[in-house]
């Protein structure tokens, strides 16, 4: 059996990669209360492509799970769902950056070179 193309396994690894921090990145700035297609925007301005076959689902597994609550506004000509974070959510999105953190650390540090000791 021949081993899959580094392109595909690299692309599957990315995918993956990206799963957890799509979620904690919608966690980190629905302070605001923002559309789908606002949060879309959002997260692409700042470099981070999502799907919106991606992101809705997501968002309404995030709501089933308490992280996020969402309101209709029907103010305006087109009715829209606008998502924030919970209580809950807060702690989990704080919980979530800290780990983001050690983990950045951790693989800084295996990316680091060490010194040859002597």
């Not at 990206?18 to 605001?32: F, H, K, M, Q, S």
């Not at 800290?98 to 680091?112: G, M, N, P, V």
């Amino acid at each position: 059996m021949a081993p899959e193309p580094v392109d595909q396994v690299v692309a599957s690894h990315t995918q993956e990669l990206r799963r957890g921090t799509t979620v904690l990145a919608c966690l980190l700035v629905l302070d605001e209360p923002r559309y789908g297609y606002a949060l879309l925007r959002t997260l692409a301005d700042a470099g981070l492509d999502v799907e919106a076959g991606t992101l809705y689902p997501l968002l309404r597994r995030l709501e089933t799970q308490g992280l996020l609550e969402s309101d209709w506004n029907t103010d305006e000509s087109r009715p829209r769902k606008f998502y924030r974070i919970t209580g809950l959510g807060a702690r989990a999105r704080d919980a979530l950056e800290a780990e983001r953190l050690r983990l950045h650390a951790a693989l800084s540090a295996l990316s680091r070179p060490t010194p040859p000791e002597d």
